[in-house]
């Protein structure tokens, strides 16, 4: 039984450090494309053993330390009520964006066990098939990387729509941000009730704002969740794209910060603080490159990580052109090197 | 005659701030629509009389204070031999991108006369139609920025294949920059040369790397590029998403230091020291709010930057779905506030 990543998230010492992957489950591999040809992405996302399959092959092909359920932060929009389609090449679509306080009435709190209760049978299918292997991971998006996907429509440039409304209209987006953090809080509770042993929010967007737009529209809704969560599993807050921000995570009531990989681990430990473990940050572009370069930078990466507790992982999704035989030599290099005093 | 944006380049003291806006020649004006559904994106590029007229219009119907050149970053790589096309919804395309150093042999310096003379003509022909009435910019990427559009093949989302060619490959990489840098230089010389009065610099996309991989990167090229303009005409650099970055900024060699809108102008300049004239960094978004809100946000952007010298700007390209009203309130608050004491 490997316990690391749920030791070092407490504060415990461990004998060498934990190292897992954002997407690990994910088209690099081809026993990852061989079941993605035969089933829509959300079809995967529904079906307990699908989800659970893949989510399963990076611990038993790659090694990682740590289990990420199969699933998209987008989920809980189309339990709310939006439509959502993921279409070939452009990602995810929702047809009919929430763009107004008048929009509003498309969406509501759900009932998170009868519209996601797929994610919680994949969590217990999962948590039974990894019988105590590695920990399991849940996840959400934070309510403001929710809300740019669903005021504008799935992926964007500008983000005129969401900023748009959040300068124009500033009450009524807040009211959208509450909505999606009341949905948020009850169907995490549901992952961490389901068998989640730890919970990634991903605010993958949330560097868009500058430092007080983000203090006063994309953190109170994340405090609400993390206020519903913390004490139950260890939390983890991933935030891209971030320098100007860290000086504002300081306070945030999380175990884990992760980070991407724009800032070298001393650096984003003196700017906020030495209470988090740190997550990350491996540029994941690095695993395109030669071998030797994979392990260089990511024993520099275990050295910048030093001056306090560190989950090792990369600084974003890997990218689905990765050599699979890269991201094994990731793996091992760190629970190799790490684990030599 | 309004030399005010010349004049602030140059530390000298003025009566109000000078006002501009990056792609002030654009979609959200009708005036420019009207040109642009008759004429493709390239060929308005390359027809001197179009280029100038749009050119001219947010002088004239926006009250701007500096005029700049309509044209793109990625005309001098076609002028290098990489096919480029403009697609309906997809921006600029390379059909065959430049991904090692076996392609290198694709592109070369051009003769930037005979092939880019255009641009040159279309310098001349606004000059003369401005008459003096504001100064003209001319502009270019940066050599990483550029690379990162020849390499990927257009815009990209995960920058995979600039990002691996340059951990796989640092030297093939390092040439391609040295062939841009040559380009550009060359490029930008005959801009000033054809009239240009300032030239800004583009690094868009120079935030997606770490500090260190930023100074043995992408900072190498641009200072081969400031050398061969610098003392001849004021330079802006631009940078997007650069707060991990601003420490290595202080030394650059160029007046106008250009910022987007995540970090306040007086945090900026603590960051990159008293030296540069600042340039921005109002949030684009901000022109699709109210009224109020235009006028209260420019006059916090002009607060914040009273410690220094400042040339008003957006922090990235105006919106297409602005309004030109916004557009002009905005101009007009920034000419009346900064008017008084």
Not at 169 to 188: Q, V
Request: with cysteine; charged share 25%; glycine share 10%.
């Amino acid at each position: 039984m490997n316990d690391l990543f749920l030791r070092v998230c407490r504060g415990e010492s461990v004998e060498r450090l934990p190292v897992w992957m954002m997407r690990q489950a994910g088209r690099y591999m081809s026993e990852y494309r061989a079941i993605r040809e035969k089933h829509g992405f959300l079809t995967m996302c529904k079906t307990p053993e699908l989800a659970a399959e893949v989510t399963l092959q990076p611990v038993e092909l790659v090694g990682v330390d740590a289990a990420i359920l199969f699933a998209d932060i987008l989920l809980p929009l189309e339990a709310m009520g939006a439509e959502l389609k993921f279409v070939q090449g452009d990602g995810p679509v929702f047809p009919q964006p929430i763009r107004s306080t008048a929009d509003l009435g498309r969406v509501r709190v759900p009932d998170v066990e009868a519209t996601l209760g797929y994610v919680y049978d994949a969590l217990r299918l999962i948590r039974k098939e990894l019988d105590g292997r590695v920990p399991l991971l849940g996840f959400g998006g934070t309510p403001w990387t929710l809300a740019t996907y669903l005021v504008e429509g799935g992926t964007s440039k500008s983000f005129g729509h969401v900023l748009g409304w959040s300068y124009a209209d500033p009450k009524g987006f807040a009211k959208l941000l509450d909505l999606l953090a009341e949905t948020s809080a009850l169907y995490l509770e549901g992952q961490i009730d389901a068998g989640a042993q730890a919970i990634q929010l991903f605010d993958t967007w949330g560097g868009l704002l500058d430092r007080r737009r983000w203090r006063e529209i994309a953190l109170p809704p994340v405090l609400k969740i993390v206020e519903r969560l913390r004490g139950k599993v260890p939390l983890v807050y991933y935030i891209r794209d971030a320098a100007h921000l860290l000086p504002e995570l300081r306070e945030l009531p999380v175990e884990v910060l992760s980070v991407d990989w724009r800032m070298p681990l001393d650096e984003v430990r003196s700017a906020v603080g030495g209470r988090f473990v740190l997550q990350g940050n491996l540029d994941p572009t690095v695993l395109l490159a030669p071998p030797e370069t994979i392990v260089e930078k990511t024993r520099e990466l275990i050295e910048a990580g030093r001056g306090g507790a560190h989950v090792v992982n990369l600084g974003h999704g890997i990218l689905p052109t990765t050599d699979p035989d890269h991201a094994r030599l990731f793996v091992k290099t760190v629970q190799e090197i790490s684990a030599t005093p």
